[in-house]
């Protein structure tokens, strides 16, 4: 696989992620910390599609969800979304999901304490699922069209267009880590 199409497949998922937030609304936010090795559960019961959005503030916390048990973790067989970066998870839930979802935050061993915030987002639109995400054509006319606002403000809004572009920065940089090591 060779660069251009490494950064053609790291945009497209950074553009089907900002096209699900930028349709999307916060319903919650939940500040908490997980000690080493252990988890925190939580259980979603709101029907529709659903991001969850993990910052690690301090240490480093991941996010596991399972629609087949409430108490998902990092064992295969215990989960089926996952999101397990440094600093930044994120993961959506489909409306397909069976409810109750189970969600665990599990806080690294590398770190005593991990303080996090989990930001979830209530889709309102669902995504197209026929769109060429991967064509040109649609990244040209996804960034003429994004001149619309949603009818909901977002939280933080500018915010988000500063984390996204950070986001889209360290994605980029850890594809070109992987690729020299």
């Not at 993990?54 to 409430?70: E, I, P, Q, R």
Request: charged share 20%.
């Amino acid at each position: 696989m060779n660069l251009q199409a490494i950064i053609t497949s790291v945009t497209a998922i950074l553009i089907i992620h900002t096209f699900c937030v930028a349709a999307s609304y916060l319903v919650q936010q939940l500040r908490d910390v997980v000690t080493a090795g252990n988890y925190t559960h939580f259980q979603l019961t709101r029907i529709g599609t659903v991001i969850l959005v993990l910052h690690s503030l301090k240490g480093d916390a991941d996010l596991y969800a399972s629609d087949k048990t409430l108490k998902p973790d990092y064992e295969l067989e215990n989960h089926e979304l996952q999101s397990v970066t440094c600093g930044y998870d994120s993961i959506t839930i489909p409306s397909s999901f069976h409810r109750p979802v189970g969600i665990s935050v599990y806080g690294h061993p590398f770190y005593e304490i991990s303080e996090y915030l989990l930001e979830i987002f209530l889709v309102e639109v669902e995504p197209e699922l026929d769109i060429d995400y991967f064509s040109p054509d649609y990244a040209e006319g996804f960034s003429q069209g994004a001149k619309s606002k949603p009818s909901v403000p977002l939280y933080g809004e500018k915010h988000e267009e500063e984390s996204l572009l950070w986001t889209v920065l360290v994605g980029i940089l850890k594809v070109l880590f992987d690729m020299l090591l």
